[in-house]
């Protein structure tokens, strides 16, 4: 039953959480002037507009089962570069806003849990949100294309290494099934290593050594 809930938890904290990562790349850029994600009907809070039914579904509650870090993806919503102000930087900003509201929902789980010191199901639940929402954020922010943290790259990036990037970018998530399936080990210890980095952080925020 503690598995079933679990489950529970964790899609009910993917879709609440990859809706509002996919509404901080819409809002962004149409604050910086490309409407094309409203038009498309993205900024809205109806998970079925952003849900993939791979990536969001299938891939997280496949790691849950599995025990290991829980992360995805959704439909990634519609930009302009075009349209977006600030050109390459505007669009890095654009990248940028997704993962950071994941790290912006982990900080306020894990300061609920802090300061509430909650227990049971309560202290699961937020337990568990911190995970998945840092699990999202630092799977996105890699530097990998089609991931958002290749948009920040591309900005800094010279442009014999944007050209490397826009040919890895035409395959998409193929590029990034098979780079986890050959460095899964590295991966691995990526997102471990940085989770706990990150929750030292936290603590410490709280002054806690």
Excluded at 85 to 112: K, Y
Excluded at 148 to 169: K, N, Q
Aim: hydrophobic fraction near 55%; charged fraction near 10%.
């Amino acid at each position: 039953m503690d598995k079933i809930y679990y489950l529970i938890f964790v899609f009910v904290i993917v879709v609440f959480s990859m809706v509002l990562h996919e509404l901080a790349h819409g809002f962004t850029a149409y604050k910086l002037g490309d409407d094309t994600a409203k038009n498309d009907g993205r900024l809205s809070l109806n998970p079925l507009r952003h849900i993939d039914p791979v990536m969001t579904v299938l891939v997280p509650l496949m790691l849950a089962l599995a025990g290991m870090p829980v992360f995805g993806g959704a439909k990634p919503v519609p930009i302009d570069t075009r349209k977006v102000r600030g050109g390459e930087w505007g669009f890095a900003l654009v990248a940028l806003m997704g993962p950071l509201t994941n790290f912006v929902l982990a900080l306020g789980a894990f300061l609920l849990l802090y300061w509430t010191q909650a227990t049971g199901m309560v202290g699961t639940f937020l337990l568990t949100a911190i995970m998945v929402n840092l699990g999202f954020c630092l799977f996105n922010i890699l530097p990998i294309p089609p991931l958002d943290g290749s948009r920040i790259l591309y900005a800094l990036a010279p442009e014999s290494i944007r050209g490397v990037m826009r040919t890895m970018e035409r395959y998409g998530v193929i590029v990034i099934y098979a780079l986890l399936l050959l460095g899964g080990g590295l991966f691995s210890n990526y997102m471990s290593a940085a989770t706990e980095g990150i929750l030292h952080f936290f603590y410490a925020l709280v002054g806690v050594a």
